[in-house]
């Protein structure tokens, strides 16, 4: 996990990105997670030794984060940032599977490495859709979409509670580790006893916080729900775009336009 | 041990999908008949509680490493295992969606091993057994160490079934599972020591908070047997529905167990599992031509003793126009920002 002051950067960045205001910011969620969702699962069906076929795919995170108007460079650094657990999983395949999988002029190449670039490469499509779904709608609009479509409600509410005060008390917890930084002269090292006394004092705070939060929300009628201004409705811009979309997946998972497109370049040259 | 999007198979993302959402909707029942509306924001405060903590790093002794709390077993602890299972689910998609750890997909795998685990296992019948009725300091640490050791371990356990299950590494189970265990037992000992501290810290300062925990339990029992049954009901309803769809890889299993156990006899197993599943396929595609395995990249796993022989111009064809479509993609993409920018001038 990162540092807590990049972390709670990091979230502040991409609430401010959701709020945009291009087509794809104003667009039912329901749609986007649907779409992002049907993708998600197409990227991961096909076979391991996948690559070409996989390629095409790249059309929807780009047409997200370019329509969207996304800082490409921070959605890069944020893949990166979490690249290594697939990568050392996935890099044992070079090792293990050694079978010569095609020959290009006089170099070999195995199953492994074929095998560990599809893994990439599904690395790279799942996750930068996910960081643009949430940079498109925010965590709000995710949530609400998840309880339009049947997820439990007491789930949901606690949900928006929690995405509420992640910021209240990550600013709570950045002033604490400030102020133990400042005392023991910034050293880098926090004892389990220090870090037992920090941490509970944060905990009794968020009881605490939570008991007035509680208090404050009777006085004011709480009723179990959430009210949200913006309203959700079905418009054919969302539908055309969740079916639109769908299809587009479904085809590209049966079709490999890759190696059609390139059989007739290369028939050409040839 | 955040299981990514990259690493499993649809079956078995979409399996434990069905098995968390059917605990979320299990766990979301229980806190309604509870009708405590305490707990809503009690569980939204904590939820954020732990993933402030997550950031926070103290050093592990004599190893100049450091290590941060998991959260789950004091969730469980504080909350009781529904309530705490349901934070879990919210603090993993918080970090699912805002850092990328994990994935959408993966997530239900995530809920699983750190969710399940360490509230619906751990907690009821490790941390309550030992703890018992009367809560003392030296129960309360013993505990909660070894119910995070364990919780943990079983969920490094459940990474490396479902990592080989869906088979898109080459990893064998025996290895790797003598990989992740020892790594997670350090780890777990690392965040059970965390948990105590916690704990006893709590237990000092403010005691009651502990005992009215030990006590409030309408919700402490929970029937083991009916989520067990439960999951076994889904396991079995969604296993036989994604094993259709998922036909093209459908023998991640198999081929590891062939694979480490060396058992001709699953093999031929295998093999008929696959002609039946062909054959089903056959049947149920919509497009046969195009079906998975007429590709010339999936390669047939069928071939035991040899690689199909691919044919290199097909390959370069594949490599050709994935650059092109990669290309076409990316301009795509400018163009529509291009626009935007002179929309915005």
Redesign the interface.
């Known amino acids: ?4 002051d990049s ?2 950067l ?2 502040g960045r ?1 609430d401010t990105l959701a709020q945009g205001k ?1 087509w794809l910011h104003r667009l039912d969620p329901r749609a986007k997670l649907i779409a ?2 049907v993708f ?2 197409t ?11 996989l ?2 795919f ?2 929807f995170p ?2 997200l ?3 969207g ?1 996304l800082p490409v460079r921070f959605l890069m650094a ?2 990166l ?2 690249a290594p ?2 990568f050392f ?2 890099i ?2 070079p ?3 050694r ?6 002029g006089t170099i070999a190449v195995s ?2 490495w074929i ?1 560990f670039g ?3 490469i ?2 790279v499509l ?2 930068t859709t ?2 643009a ?2 940079a498109l709608s925010g ?1 709000n609009g ?1 949530c609400l979409a998840m309880e339009k479509l049947g ?5 949901v ?10 910021f ?3 600013d ?2 950045i002033r604490m ?1 400030r102020a133990r930084s400042l005392r023991a002269f910034h050293s ?13 004092h ?3 705070r ?2 605490d ?3 007035r ?2 208090l404050a ?2 006085c004011r009628g ?1 009723d ?1 729900r959430v009210p949200m201004i913006k309203p959700m409705g079905l418009d054919w811009k969302a539908v055309a775009f969740t079916v639109g979309w769908c299809g587009l997946f479904i085809l590209l998972r ?10 007739l ?2 028939g050409w040259v040839g | 041990m955040h299981m990514a999007d990259a690493l499993v198979s649809p079956a078995v993302g979409g399996l434990m999908w069905a098995v968390s959402a059917g605990l979320i909707g299990y766990s979301s029942k229980k806190i309604k008949e509870e009708s405590d509306d305490r707990k809503i924001p009690l569980m939204g405060v904590m939820g954020a509680f732990v993933f402030a903590t997550q950031m926070i790093n103290f050093t592990i002794p004599a190893t100049g490493s450091s290590g941060h709390l998991g959260g789950g077993m004091v969730l469980a602890i504080l909350l009781g295992p529904h309530a705490a299972f349901l934070t879990m689910v919210s603090v993993l998609m918080v970090q699912a969606m805002f850092f990328a750890d994990g994935g959408l997909l993966a997530l239900g795998c995530n809920v699983f091993n750190l969710g399940f685990f360490p509230c619906f296992i751990a907690y009821p019948l490790i941390y309550r057994k030992i703890v018992g009725n009367q809560a003392s300091r030296g129960r309360m640490v013993t505990a909660a160490l070894i119910a995070a050791v364990m919780g943990l371990q079983m969920g490094a356990f459940s990474v490396v079934l479902q990592t080989v299950c869906s088979g898109i590494t080459e990893l064998p189970f025996a290895p790797f599972m003598l990989l992740m265990q020892p790594i997670h037992l350090a780890i777990g000992i690392v965040e059970g020591l965390a948990t105590a501290a916690l704990i006893l810290f709590i237990w000092k300062a403010r005691p009651e908070i502990m005992l009215a925990a030990a006590e409030k339990r309408p919700l402490g029992k929970i029937s083991i047997t009916k989520v067990a049954l439960g999951i076994l009901a889904t396991t079995l309803v969604t296993g036989g529905l994604l094993s259709w769809f998922a036909s093209s890889k459908p023998d991640g299993l198999e081929w590891a167990m062939f694979n480490t156990a060396g058992l001709e006899e699953l093999h031929n197993r295998d093999q008929a599992l696959h002609a039946f599943l062909d054959d089903l396929q056959g049947k149920t595609a919509i497009l046969p031509d195009y079906g998975f395995k007429s590709t010339a990249e999936a390669p047939k796993n069928e071939e035991s003793p040899n690689w199909p022989a691919v044919d290199p111009a097909t390959s370069l064809a594949g490599l050709v126009g994935g650059v092109l479509t990669l290309l076409a993609s990316i301009i795509i993409g400018l163009a529509l920002r291009r626009r935007k920018t002179q929309e915005l001038e």
Do not use: W
């Open positions: 996990m990162a540092n807590i972390g709670f990091q979230i991409m291009t992002v969702s998600i699962v990227v991961v069906s096909f076979d391991k030794y996948t690559l070409s076929a390629i095409p790249f059309v780009a047409i984060v370019g329509a108007g944020r893949v940032m979490v657990f697939a999983i996935g044992f395949n090792l293990l599977d079978q010569t999988f095609f020959q290009m199953g492994g095998s599809s893994i990439m599904r690395f799942t996750i996910v960081l779904l949430i965590f995710v997820a439990p409600k007491p789930f509410v606690q949900l928006l509670f929690l995405y509420r005060y992640l209240v008390l990550t709570e917890a580790v880098k090292t926090m004892g389990i006893k220090t870090f037992a006394s920090l941490v509970g944060l905990l009794l968020a009881l916080r939570a008991q939060i509680h929300m009777c709480f179990g049966f079709y490999n336009l890759p190696l059609k497109l390139g059989a370049v290369t």
